[in-house]
């Protein structure tokens, strides 16, 4: 048996008494019984089914506690991001305001997606009157949509733009979505992407202005401990990347310190 031969209820209930092991350190039944409404027997059950999955040093049960508790060593079986790791160490009631900060919704409307993605499946242009942020404008422009790219917060798409002559990075909600989305053939094969088939290999360390000290805990917020911290990412996502970092804000407790650039 695997974690993922199992049907995706289980699993996820699985994987979240997996996450209390690894940052709780300790698991009851009611941790289940009280996330996921289950039955104290379906409880029971789970628990004898994640234990089978650990090969070594599975977490016993401790009757003073009465509560599974993870071995020194535990190995996680799944891997968890931050906000699922807040999901589990939040002690909040469900009456109290919350302690995580609101995500902003960004809005993506699904007519502008549908055209975008029609013009890439079928490697069309499409016609789309979209809003400068800098110059406030909306006018009309032709675009070549090639793919959709993702910041973490939002989906972008890189397009090739015929007013520019050169690809671009576009935001769908910028877009207005009563236009009726005009496409045509593509004429000319279109130039070749140099900055999107560009790796940008970014190393980072800890701002020059911090403590000894505080150049530590930067490494260990971050998760390395050599000097430097190795990015890859694609040369046409580096704004993002360095937006979504922060890189360039007052403060900032990384800094760049070169970028090497490979041509794929």
């Not at 029971?44 to 508790?69: C, M, W």
């Not at 919350?98 to 809005?107: D, N, Q, V």
């Not at 000290?213 to 998760?223: I, K, L, S, T, Y």
Request: hydrophobic letters at 40%; glycine letters at 4%.
């Amino acid at each position: 048996m695997t974690l993922d031969s199992l049907k995706h209820a289980q699993r996820q209930r699985l994987v979240f008494l997996d996450r209390c092991f690894t940052w709780r350190g300790v698991a009851r039944r009611r941790d289940l019984t009280e996330r996921f409404g289950i039955s104290t027997a379906q409880a029971a059950n789970d628990f004898r089914t994640y234990l089978s999955l650990i090969t070594q040093k599975a977490p016993e049960y401790d009757g003073h506690l009465k509560a599974y508790v993870a071995s020194p060593n535990h190995q996680p079986i799944a891997a968890s991001s931050m906000l699922d790791v807040f999901g589990v160490l939040d002690t909040a009631s469900g009456d109290e305001l919350p302690a995580a900060l609101p995500r902003a919704k960004r809005w993506l409307d699904p007519r502008v997606a549908t055209a975008l993605y029609d013009a890439i499946s079928n490697q069309r242009k499409l016609r789309i009157a979209y809003t400068s942020m800098s110059s406030g404008e909306t006018a009309p422009q032709w675009v070549a949509p090639t793919r959709f790219t993702f910041d973490g917060e939002s989906i972008h798409f890189r397009a090739f733009s015929y007013k520019r002559g050169e690809y671009r990075n576009f935001h769908p909600a910028r877009i207005e979505p009563e236009d009726n989305f005009e496409t045509d053939e593509i004429e000319m094969p279109l130039q070749f992407d140099r900055e999107w088939n560009t790796k940008s290999v970014v190393w980072l360390r800890p701002s020059a202005n911090l403590t000894t000290a505080q150049a530590a805990v930067v490494r260990r917020e971050f998760g390395f401990s050599g000097d430097l911290l190795r990015i890859e990412i694609r040369q046409a996502l580096e704004f993002f990347f360095d937006r979504r970092w922060g890189l360039n804000e007052p403060g900032a407790r990384l800094e760049r310190v070169k970028t090497e650039t490979i041509i794929l």
